[in-house]
């Protein structure tokens, strides 16, 4: 009988101002010769392929990390689609909706992962440190051609060290922590990496040449598109590139909206938009198609506003102080607005943005970052929401880009007043020195925070240190300890997630598979009828209330419970297997053959169908297909196939 395994930016430069080069690798055209072009390119670099290398250096722990129960065993550890480059796995993977998510190259790099390293989890987390460092030196470059537009007053070497403070600020933080250490999320940083690219290539094309911006333009929208295929969190870069164009490249004043300069920028943005709509309404499809929409029921429209403050207040106070930070933090059962974090998150974000809207027309720079903050949060702040969090740390991975880069400044700013005069260089010198010192601590931090990844066992031990009334986490916990058969834990995991939220019944299933392990079949079937009374569709708890009612010998309800999962799924493969087993146990050998043969029909690899074929094939006395039947679970599971000879000798 088988059952399934538990799863768990101030002035604006002059164009004749000297602005950085479009991707700062392009020599001067007063350097002679190739050595000099070279000697050009690799100073320009240094600095970001140096920010790339303490990036790797920092998030290195994460290489001995392993999969985790966490959507890992969901796609990669039981998905053999994505397993591969040829033509049937890139149309699942522009086809597939996996887990809620239309996300295409990504499938594709870790598509290509497999083809390189197999199973092998460090050769997937290998491929996502290299992208986070890139993503670190684009960082830099991104940040620096924006000082230099928001402070034209800057010279190289303090435009350079802000633009660096900038880049570390982002890459080091340890909310970056998630994104980098679970290779589930290898599309956050895809994404993040052709976001990068997008908003660089187009501040190349407003400092370029007609001609040029043509190109450059064209590449912008291509990196757009690529994003685009990688996670749609790209969708609001084009309301970014549109206050980009207000702040800091001034090409329109707010009281300009309505002017025909503005008509024009809105047509040149025409591509980004519509890539954007085309990504927005895939995500949404993707979301739907899983049921993985909260419903209104579940979180209502007054709870949705409360929700959508308090995720803008999260992630601004974690990235100033990025402390009890957790892989889950649970929705609560209901969001009463009055209560504590919830009122304070939405009075600190109405003072806020009131005291942005004081100093706008002295200080763009704030009002622009708060701005472009806000939109990219939005449409993970739970206005459109799924999942059971209140956030996520990897939902800051792009949303907090803005705040890295007014950190750059500051410290760029600060660097500006020791040589003005305007500030004591002692003064000065302590600023800057708190602010390297909070980057080192940050590095400490994440070089602590990716270990957590390291198993389920680390993770959810960690997530309870972190919130121990977390009921998921407690849930997830038991689930590790069930698949390593440490079921007298796992039951008590199990009742406490339950004592903490009823309202889980899905927990319950779990419970019931423990309580099977455990030899307490008849205490399991309550369990799986609770389910099933909610998600009456949900086959794999109602397979497991056949089968527990196959260890109690009760047939017959067993059997229509079987016939009821395939009347609804047809290939079900569990219960084909199961159905024969049950036909077998009541000496319908034929019967199921029938079943049985199906089940291998629809699985070929799988195990358990040949292990009942042999022995329903031998009490037919057809020896020469359970024979076949033996060779061919030899080549799917050699141990099996050693535990099951002895049949044949005993026949013989």
């Not at 066992?457 to 997830?476: E, G, K, M, Q, V």
Request: with cysteine.
């Amino acid at each position: 009988m088988m059952v399934p395994r538990m799863t768990s930016l101030e002035n604006a430069p002059s164009r004749s101002e000297a602005l950085p080069r479009p991707l700062g690798f392009i020599a001067s055209p007063a350097t002679p010769g190739l050595a000099g072009r070279a000697l050009s390119v690799a100073l320009a670099a240094r600095v970001p392929l140096l920010i790339a290398l303490v990036t790797f250096v920092v998030f290195s722990p994460a290489l001995w990390n392993h999969f985790v129960d966490w959507d890992d065993q969901v796609n990669f550890l039981t998905n053999n689609d994505y397993r591969g480059l040829g033509w049937t796995h890139i149309r699942w993977m522009f086809t597939s909706f996996l887990m809620g998510q239309w996300i295409p190259l990504t499938w594709m790099t870790l598509g290509l992962d497999y083809t390189l390293w197999g199973m092998r989890p460090l050769g997937y987390h290998l491929t996502n440190l290299f992208l986070h460092a890139a993503n670190a030196a684009l960082c830099f470059l991104v940040a620096r051609r924006l000082l230099a537009r928001a402070m034209p007053s800057l010279s190289g070497a303090t435009l350079t060290s802000g633009a660096a403070a900038a880049a570390l600020f982002f890459a080091l933080h340890p909310l970056r922590a998630e994104s980098v250490a679970w290779v589930t999320e290898r599309r956050d940083l895809l994404s993040g990496l052709f976001f990068l690219l997008t908003v660089l290539t187009y501040l190349a094309a407003r400092d370029a040449a007609p001609e040029r911006a043509r190109r450059w333009t064209a590449l912008s929208i291509l990196c757009y598109a690529l994003g685009c295929l990688s996670k749609s969190m790209v969708v609001t870069l084009p309301v970014i590139l549109l206050l980009l164009d207000v702040y800091p490249l001034r090409r329109l004043e707010l009281r300009q909206w309505r002017t025909p300069a503005a008509r024009a920028l809105l047509v040149e943005k025409a591509p980004y938009i519509g890539l954007a709509v085309f990504t927005a309404v895939m995500a949404v499809w993707a979301q739907h198609s899983n049921r993985y929409l909260t419903s209104l029921e579940s979180v209502s429209v007054f709870e949705r506003g409360p929700l959508a403050l308090f995720s803008l207040a999260f992630y601004a106070s974690k990235t100033v102080l990025p402390l009890g930070l957790s892989p889950l933090y649970e929705l609560p059962a209901r969001i009463h607005p009055l209560e504590s974090r919830f009122a304070l998150s939405a009075a600190a974000v109405v003072m806020v943005t009131v005291g942005v809207c004081v100093v706008a027309r002295r200080w763009m720079a704030l009002p622009a970052v708060w701005a472009a903050y806000v939109v990219s949060v939005a449409p993970v702040s739970g206005i459109l929401h799924n999942g059971h969090q209140l956030a996520h740390d990897r939902y800051s991975y792009l949303s907090c880009l803005p705040l890295a880069l007014l950190f750059g400044g500051a410290m760029a700013a600060a660097l500006v007043a020791v040589r003005t005069g305007v500030i004591r260089p002692s003064l000065a010198r302590v600023a800057v020195a708190v602010g390297v010192a909070w980057l080192v601590g940050l590095s400490l931090m994440t070089w602590h925070q990716v270990k957590v990844w390291r198993d389920n066992d680390t993770l959810w031990r960690y997530a309870l240190d972190a919130d121990p009334d977390c009921a998921i986490c407690h849930s997830n916990l038991g689930v590790s300890l069930y698949n390593r058969r440490i079921i007298d834990l796992a039951l008590e995991r199990f009742e406490r997630s339950i004592a903490l939220r009823p309202d889980r019944v899905r927990t319950h299933g779990n419970l019931g598979l423990a309580l099977m392990a455990a030899g307490r079949s008849e205490e399991a079937v309550s369990h799986f009828e609770l389910v099933l009374a909610k998600y009456p569709t949900h086959n794999e708890t109602r397979n497991n209330l056949a089968v527990s009612l196959l260890q109690l010998g009760r047939y017959e309800p067993a059997i229509v419970q079987l016939h009821e999962i395939l009347r609804q799924e047809p290939d079900h493969v569990l219960a084909h297997t199961n159905l024969g087993s049950a036909f077998l146990d009541l000496h319908r050998p034929g019967d199921a053959a029938v079943e049985l043969e199906r089940a291998a029909v629809i699985k070929p690899d799988l195990p358990q169908p040949r292990v009942g074929l042999i022995k329903t094939y031998l009490a037919l006395r057809r020896m020469d297909a359970a024979r076949s039947q033996l060779e061919i679970l030899r080549g799917i599971d050699a141990v099996a196939a050693v535990h099951i000879s002895p049949l044949f000798v005993t026949e013989w």
